[in-house]
C-alpha cells in the first residue's frame, strides 16, 4: 500500500487481500463501444464484469460496494505515450512509481516508449519491461524500437520483439531520418499487424531551436523551432504510409499543418491515426512568459491559433487519442536556463483532469467521446482487447468524478518527478477509483 497525506491510497496487486467481489452501485455507465450510456450497477466477480444492469442478479454477494452515485463508470483508461525511463534513468522514475501515478490518474493501462537506456530494441529488453510490469497497479505495454538504439540506421527485429509483448514501434525522442529506413520499417510492420508511431520533426529544422519560432520566441530571445518541421514529416509519413498500405499512428501532434496533412489523408482512406496531448490543448506558447522550463516540452507549444485547431480537431474526430506524453526529468534538467532544461512534462496525474475540465466541461467533448479517446481509440490501434465494459471481459475499469474541484499540486503526485506545466491549476474532475482485473487498486479520499 502506499498513502499519500492528501487521502489518495494505491493498493498493490498481489500483495494485498483485494474483494473478489464488488458491486459499484448507481453510476453513469458510459461505454462507447456497445452504445451504453446509462445509470446502472455494475458487478465484478473474480477479476470480470459479472452483470450491468437496473437490477441485481440474485445470487450477487458483494464483499465491497463502491456508491458510484453522481460518478461516471467507464472502461479503464489507457494512456498510450509515456515515458517510464527504466531501464537507466530510474532517478527521473521507476516502472514501480510510473504504474502507480498512472492508477492515480485513473489509467488501467500505458504503453511505453523505448527511449530507456538500454533502448527496448530487443526481445530481452521488452521482456524485461513486460516482467517488471506484473506486479504494478496498472498494465505496461512497451513499445519495441523502429531502429537499433534509435540511431536510424538498421531495423529493430520486429518479430522477436513482438513476440516478446511489443504491441508498436516508434523511436519517439526522434524521427526516423532517412526516408528509405522508414519506408523498410513501415512494409517490415505489415508482417507483424503493428502500427508505426512517429514521432514528426525534421531535426535539421529544428535544430538549436527550445520553442515554437515566432513573435514569442523572437521577443524571449530564443532559438525557435519553425512549426513547419513537424507539419513536413507528418506529410512524409503519410505519403510512405499511403505507399506502403501500412499502419501509421503520429504522436503528439501539435499544429494546424499537421492537422490539415491528417485530415486529408483520413478523407484518402489512408491508414492513419493521431494523438495530442492536454498541454496542446490548454496552453501556447505566450504561456511560458518568464521563461517557464516547465512549459518547454517537444514537439513545442504553438501559438493560439494551433490551440483552437486542435480543440477543433478533437471535436470533429481527426484526433482520435489523447495521450500524456508523459516525461519525467529530475529538477536539476529543469530548474536551469531555458536554453539548457530538457524538453518534456509529465501529465499521468493530471491528463483526465485537463481534459474533463477544458474539454467535456466546455461541452467540445460529450463524455462518451472523452472515453474513446483516452480508452476505446488506444486499445483499438493497439490490437488491444480492452475499451469496453461488456459481460465476461476483464474488469478494467476507471470510476470518474466529474464534478471535484482541485487544485494541483505536485507535492502529492505519485510519480518521482514534478515538472508538470500545470501546477496550481483549479481543475474539476477526477479518478475516483481504479479497478485493475477486478482489484481496486486506487481510491481518492481514503480515510
Ligand atoms: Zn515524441
Redesign the pocket.
Known amino acids: 500500500m502506499n498513502r499519500k497525506p492528501g487521502g489518495q491510497t494505491i493498493y498493490l496487486p498481489g500483495q494485498e487481500a483485494h474483494p473478489a467481489c464488488i458491486l459499484i452501485r448507481n453510476g453513469r455507465v458510459i461505454d462507447p463501444a456497445n452504445g451504453v450510456d446509462d445509470l446502472l450497477n455494475v458487478g465484478v466477480e473474480n477479476g470480470v464484469v459479472n452483470f450491468i444492469g437496473k437490477e441485481l442478479p440474485e445470487r450477487f454477494r458483494p464483499q465491497e460496494e463502491i456508491n458510484a452515485e453522481g460518478m461516471w463508470v467507464v472502461p479503464g483508461l489507457m494512456d498510450m505515450?509515456v515515458h517510464l525511463r527504466e531501464p537507466g534513468r530510474e532517478d527521473k522514475e521507476t516502472i514501480e512509481t510510473g504504474t502507480q501515478a498512472a492508477a492515480a490518474g485513473g489509467f488501467t493501462a500505458v504503453a511505453c516508449?523505448p527511449n530507456t537506456n538500454p533502448v527496448l530494441d530487443e526481445e530481452s529488453k521488452i521482456r524485461y519491461v513486460v516482467q517488471r510490469g506484473m506486479y504494478c497497479p496498472c498494465r505496461i505495454f512497451p513499445i519495441g524500437s523502429i531502429t537499433k538504439g534509435l540511431l536510424g540506421e538498421e531495423l529493430s527485429p520486429f518479430g522477436e520483439m513482438v513476440r516478446a509483448g511489443a504491441r508498436a514501434v516508434?523511436d519517439?525522442?526522434?524521427s526516423v531520418r532517412k526516408s528509405n529506413m522508414m519506408k523498410n520499417a513501415l512494409n517490415y510492420s505489415k508482417s507483424f499487424r503493428i502500427p508505426v508511431i512517429c514521432?514528426?520533426?525534421d531535426c535539421d529544422l529544428s535544430a538549436g531551436g527550445h520553442m515554437n519560432e515566432g513573435l514569442v520566441s523572437t521577443r524571449l530571445g530564443l532559438r525557435g523551432i519553425p512549426s513547419i518541421a513537424e507539419d513536413i514529416i507528418v506529410t512524409r509519413d503519410i505519403m510512405l504510409a499511403e505507399y506502403t498500405g501500412a499502419r501509421i499512428h503520429i504522436?503528439?501532434v501539435s499544429t494546424s499543418g499537421s492537422l490539415a496533412a491528417i485530415r486529408d489523408a483520413k478523407k484518402r482512406g489512408v491508414n492513419v491515426t493521431c494523438e495530442t496531448c492536454p498541454h496542446y490543448f490548454t496552453l501556447c506558447d505566450t504561456d511560458i512568459g518568464d521563461y517557464d522550463t516547465n512549459r518547454k516540452m517537444?514537439?513545442p507549444l504553438s501559438t493560439p491559433a494551433d490551440r483552437s485547431q486542435i480543440v477543433a480537431a478533437l471535436a470533429d474526430g481527426t484526433i482520435d487519442v489523447i495521450a500524456s506524453?508523459h516525461a519525467p526529468h529530475v529538477s536539476e534538467e529543469k530548474d536551469v536556463e531555458f536554453d539548457a532544461a530538457n524538453f518534456g512534462v509529465i501529465g499521468l496525474e493530471t491528463s483526465l483532469a485537463v481534459a474533463l475540465t477544458y474539454l467535456v466541461d466546455k461541452d467540445i467533448l460529450m463524455p462518451a467521446d472523452l472515453v474513446e479517446k483516452m480508452s476505446l481509440n488506444p486499445n483499438r490501434i493497439l490490437g488491444l482487447d480492452g475499451g469496453t465494459l461488456s459481460k465476461g471481459k476483464r474488469a478494467d475499469i476507471t470510476i470518474i468524478d466529474p464534478k471535484t474541484k482541485w487544485k494541483v499540486d505536485s507535492a502529492d503526485f505519485f510519480s518521482k518527478s514534478r515538472n508538470t506545466p500545470f501546477e496550481g491549476f483549479e481543475l474539476k474532475g477526477c479518478a475516483h477509483a481504479t479497478i485493475l482485473g477486478g482489484a481496486i487498486v486506487y481510491m481518492r479520499n481514503t480515510k
Open positions: 505515450h516508449m516508434s519517439d525522442g526522434k514521432h514528426c520533426e504522436a503528439h517537444n514537439p506524453d
